[in-house]
């Protein structure tokens, strides 16, 4: 079976994900660091809906903790394979660079950026081999245009864009596409602290984004249909930088 791994899957835009590509008839991988209560309800609210899901618990930032999980899966599932992998796990740690510790950089650098490099080269070899694979790498507004109190995460949401370009010329021959969403503000647990009635006056379409309307394009570039799509960055933000 072809299976779809998203990293982040358990809460927000990567919940949502989840749940698109598990109504497109794949079967999940629910990736989490600590989280396990939404984890499972992310399961159920699938299971539920007819889907087949299935918890994989690792930390992406840990290249160690990301290779002994899929390595067990992989060990476990023979014939089965990871054909799908949504890189969605980030954090914020926001603060004005002048006061910024190295900690904030380093954590939300090596979740976003490390993460993705960790997990999908595990994933590239199997992908490359079958010659069909999808990798949606979820950046933000904030690695296109940068935003104060940021840095930490514009960096690694930028350089998560340009490896993903780079990494798209790498494997377009074998039909394997990879490309960027970047969504604007969006509803989650994410931006709950954001002032979102001052914020929304910015945002040509008046409101912050539904997770559902991220996860509806992933679905597209996970689909056959989008086969011809690689190396793009595709906006999700209600114009508010295009
Ligand atoms: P969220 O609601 O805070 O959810 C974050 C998810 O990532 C959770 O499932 C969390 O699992 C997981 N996670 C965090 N660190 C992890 C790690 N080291 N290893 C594995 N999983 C980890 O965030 P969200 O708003 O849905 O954001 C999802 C993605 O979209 C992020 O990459 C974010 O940067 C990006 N994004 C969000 C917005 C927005 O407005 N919300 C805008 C642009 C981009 P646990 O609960 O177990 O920690």
Not at 115 to 122: E, K, N, S
Not at 158 to 172: F, P, Y
Request: charge should be neutral; aromatic fraction near 8%; charged fraction near 20%.
């Amino acid at each position: 079976m072809k299976y779809a791994l998203v990293t982040g899957g358990s809460r927000g835009i990567g919940r949502a994900i989840c749940l698109q590509l598990a109504a497109m008839q794949y079967p999940i991988l629910i990736n989490y660091r600590s989280n396990h209560e939404a984890a499972i309800d992310t399961r159920l609210q699938i299971e539920s809906k007819g889907g087949k899901a299935e918890l994989l618990s690792f930390d992406a930032a840990d290249p160690h903790s990301a290779d002994d999980a899929i390595g067990h899966w992989q060990d476990t599932h023979e014939g089965d394979s990871i054909a799908i992998l949504v890189n969605n796990a980030g954090i914020r740690m926001d603060s004005m660079m002048v006061f910024m510790q190295n900690e904030q950089w380093h954590k939300v650098v090596d979740t976003t950026l490390n993460g993705f490099f960790y997990v999908t080269r595990r994933l590239l070899k199997d992908m490359l081999t079958s010659r069909w694979g999808r990798i949606i790498n979820i950046a933000s507004l904030s690695g296109l245009k940068g935003l104060p109190g940021q840095t930490n995460y514009s960096a690694a949401k930028a350089a998560l864009i340009g490896a993903s370009k780079a990494l798209a010329l790498e494997v377009a021959a074998r039909k394997v596409t990879v490309n960027v969403i970047a969504p604007g503000f969006i509803e989650t647990d994410m931006t709950r602290d954001l002032d979102e009635k001052q914020l929304k006056q910015m945002i040509p379409a008046g409101r912050f984004g539904q997770p559902e309307e991220v996860a509806a394009l992933a679905g597209f570039l996970a689909s056959n249909e989008a086969a011809y799509i690689t190396g793009e960055v595709i906006s999700v933000n209600g114009g508010l930088y295009t």
